[in-house]
C-alpha cells in the first residue's frame, strides 16, 4: 500500500488538502487525516507543498510510430513507454496515422498489449485514416464488441487532401457502426475524426448531424487549433454541443504558418463560453511534424511529443491564466469522459490510482503513479517510514 500525505488535492476539482490511500492499484481512501500502523506494508509519499492530480490522459498517440511526409526513410519511431511517464501520462490511446498499409492494427494491438505490461493504461482505435477501413475482424462493429482494446473508430481524415474524400452519407454509416456497437459492449464507440487543413473544415461532421440521426457527440475531432479559421469553427461546433480537441506537438515553423498553440486555443476555448467539458488536449504523439523550405520541399521533420500534453497544461495556466483546475480537466477528466473511461481521469475513490504529484509553484512533475507504481520520479520524494 502507499500513502499520499499533506497534499493539496485536485481531482480535477480542487480538494483542497487530503491524504490519499492505495491498495492493490486502486484508490481506496481519501480523506482529510489517514493514519494507519502498519510501518511493514505501507510506504509513505511526502506530497507536503505539492499538487496531487490524476494521471494525464492522452487521446491520440501514434504508438507505433507513424509514416514520414518524404518517404520510408522519414518514418516516425515507435514510442517508448518513458515517453508517456516523463511526461505524466499514464494512459494514452493510439491510433494508425496515414499509413495503414506497413503500419498495422495488429502491430497497434501487440505493442498496446506491450505497454500494459511495462504499467501504462492503452486503450485503441480500430479504422483508419482512409476507406475502406481497415480492421482486424472484418468489420469496424466486431472489432469494437469483441477486441477489449478497441474503444471507437479513427482517426478519419476529412478537410485534407490525402483523406478518402468520403461523403456525408459514408461518414453517417461509418459513425452509425461505431456507435452502435459502442452501445452494446458499453464503450464509447466514438469516431475520431483528423480534420486537415482545407476550406471545408467541419462541415462533413455538420451535415451528418443534419441529414441523419447521428448526434454530434459521437464525432471526436482533433487539430482543431490548425489555424484560425478551424479554430473558430471547432468554437461553433463545441457551442452546438461537439467535442473537440487541439494539438500539443508543435513547431516553430507550423506556429509561424498559422497554428495556434493548443494552450492560447485553450484560453480562447474558454472565453468564448465553453464548457471545458467539452475541450480536450492531446499529444499527437510519435507523428511527423514536417518542415518545408519556401518552394514547399522538405527540409526537415521533427516527432510529436507525449510530453508536450504537459507543458501545453502547464503554459495555459503560466503565459495564459487558464485556471489551474481547468487546464488539469482538459487533460484528464474530459478525455476521460468523452471515451467513456470511468476508472480514469478523476482521483476518487475506486478509481485506478494514476496519480501526478506536480511542484506547487513551477507544475513541474515530482512523481507519476501509474496503477498504483510509482513509474517515474524527478527528485527525492519517496520516503519510507515506519509510522
Do not use: W
Not at 476550406?199 to 440521426?213: F, G, I, M, N, Y
Not at 487549433?225 to 506537438?249: H, W
Not at 499529444?283 to 511534424?289: M, R, Y
Amino acid at each position: 500500500m502507499k500513502l499520499i500525505k499533506n497534499g493539496h488535492v485536485f481531482s480535477p476539482q480542487d480538494l483542497g488538502r487530503k491524504d490519499i490511500l492505495i491498495a492493490a492499484g486502486k484508490i481506496v481512501a481519501i480523506e482529510e487525516e489517514i493514519s494507519i500502523d502498519l510501518p511493514d506494508l505501507v510506504e509513505i509519499i511526502d506530497a507536503s507543498e505539492k499538487f496531487v492530480t490524476p494521471g494525464f490522459v492522452d487521446s491520440l498517440v501514434h504508438i507505433t510510430g507513424g509514416g514520414g511526409e518524404g518517404g520510408y526513410a522519414t518514418r516516425t519511431p515507435e514510442m517508448n513507454v518513458e515517453d508517456a511517464f516523463n511526461g505524466g501520462v499514464t494512459t494514452v490511446i493510439g491510433v494508425l496515422g496515414t499509413d495503414a498499409e506497413t503500419r498495422s492494427l495488429e502491430n497497434l494491438l501487440a505493442k498496446a498489449y506491450g505497454l500494459e505490461e511495462q504499467g501504462l493504461s492503452v486503450f485503441c482505435y480500430t479504422g483508419s485514416y482512409h476507406l475502406p477501413m481497415v480492421t482486424v475482424s472484418g468489420s469496424i462493429k466486431r472489432d469494437i464488441m469483441l477486441i477489449e482494446k478497441f474503444i471507437g473508430v479513427g482517426e478519419v481524415a476529412i478537410a485534407d487532401h490525402r483523406s478518402s474524400q468520403m461523403t456525408p452519407h459514408e461518414m453517417a454509416r461509418l459513425a452509425s457502426e461505431a456507435r452502435v456497437a459502442g452501445m452494446l459492449s458499453g464503450k464509447a464507440g466514438i469516431v475520431s475524426i483528423h480534420v486537415g487543413d482545407e476550406l471545408a473544415k467541419l462541415t462533413k461532421l455538420q451535415r451528418v448531424v443534419e441529414q441523419s440521426d447521428i448526434p454530434i457527440t459521437q464525432f471526436y475531432p482533433t487539430h482543431i487549433n490548425r489555424s484560425v479559421p478551424l479554430l473558430n469553427a471547432g468554437f461553433d461546433f463545441a457551442k452546438q454541443g461537439g467535442f473537440i480537441d487541439f494539438t500539443t506537438s508543435t513547431t516553430e515553423q507550423i506556429i509561424e504558418q498559422g497554428e495556434v498553440p493548443a494552450a492560447q486555443a485553450l484560453a480562447q476555448a474558454l472565453e468564448n463560453g465553453i464548457d471545458i467539458k467539452h475541450i480536450t488536449m492531446s499529444s499527437d504523439g510519435n507523428a511527423s511534424l514536417p518542415i518545408f523550405d519556401d518552394e514547399g520541399k522538405l527540409i526537415d521533420l521533427q516527432v510529436g511529443e507525449v510530453k508536450s500534453l504537459h507543458q501545453s497544461m502547464v503554459d495555459a495556466v503560466k503565459l495564459y491564466q487558464v485556471p489551474f483546475h481547468l487546464a488539469l480537466t482538459s487533460i484528464t477528466q474530459s478525455p476521460a469522459d468523452i471515451l467513456s473511461l470511468g476508472a480514469k481521469g478523476k482521483l476518487t475513490v475506486g478509481n485506478d490510482a494514476d496519480l501526478n504529484i506536480l511542484d506547487n509553484t513551477s507544475l513541474s512533475l515530482n512523481t507519476v503513479i501509474a496503477k498504483g507504481e510509482v513509474v517515474g520520479k524527478q527528485e527525492p520524494l519517496l520516503l519510507s517510514l515506519n509510522i
